[in-house]
Antibody
């Protein structure tokens, strides 16, 4: 059974960079799928941040593109998110997930999510 | 303001059928991009219920079905059960080059 697990600091200061890693177990990062980051502010809906393929092709939410980097490390079977210049508006539960097929398909496997608060 | 519009809440009695709408525009659902549906319980990650407009992933009961027409889509749940009480989200793609979600609908089982 494929499992995804987010890890990273739970508190980030304003103007600094948020960094999270998603470890994939029970399977390998594969070019048959896309791997994504999504977030959900407390009490609000879901927002897609971006996705990456096994080969490193990336796609970002235009509203976040200037601040986001997503990378993949196939040797460690993990992919990562960096979001720079964070503000309180970036406080959210961050999820990593896998698409069921191509990059426009639904996300069928999700991590449990990790809450990241932006505060001084 | 979400790109896809869902009713904030719907309700139904056990055993009834409820539908949740997802209204988009000519740049997303109307542009024939696929629609996907999720269920989310409080404090947990979303679960994919419907992929590619009408397809149920393995393990999803056939009580869940979906359809689309024009710039809208809808999720139907038949034989409503207490455990269906959750938040439901639709997802599609927009010509602005972004995966987009609806704002979510809270389903209450009366």
């Amino acid at each position: 059974q494929l499992q995804l697990q987010e890890s990273g600091p739970g508190l980030v200061k304003p103007s600094e960079t948020l960094s999270l890693t998603c470890a994939v177990s029970g399977g390998s990062l594969s070019n048959d799928y896309y791997w994504g980051w999504l977030r959900q502010p407390p009490g609000k809906g879901l927002q897609w941040i971006g996705s990456i393929s096994y080969s490193g092709s990336t796609y970002f939410n235009p509203s976040l593109k200037s601040r986001v980097t997503i990378s993949v490390d196939t040797s460690k079977n993990q992919f990562s998110l960096r979001l720079k210049s964070v503000t309180a508006a970036d406080t959210a539960v961050y999820y990593c997930a896998r698409t069921i097929a191509d990059r426009l398909s639904g996300f069928d496997y999700w991590g449990r999510g990790t809450l990241v608060a932006v505060s001084s | 303001q979400s790109v896809l519009t869902q009713p904030p809440s719907v309700s139904g009695a056990p055993g009834q059928r409820v539908t949740i709408s997802c209204t988009g525009s000519s740049s997303n659902i109307g542009a024939n991009y696929d629609v996907h549906w999720y269920r989310q319980f409080p404090g947990t990650a979303p679960k994919l219920l419907i992929n590619g407009n009408t397809n149920r992933p393995s393990g999803v009961p056939d009580r869940f079905s979906a359809s689309r027409s024009g710039t809208s889509a809808s999720l139907a749940i038949t034989g409503l059960q207490a455990e269906d009480e959750a938040d439901y989200y639709c997802q599609s793609y927009d010509s602005s080059l972004s995966v987009v979600f609806g704002g979510g609908t809270k389903l209450t089982v009366l």
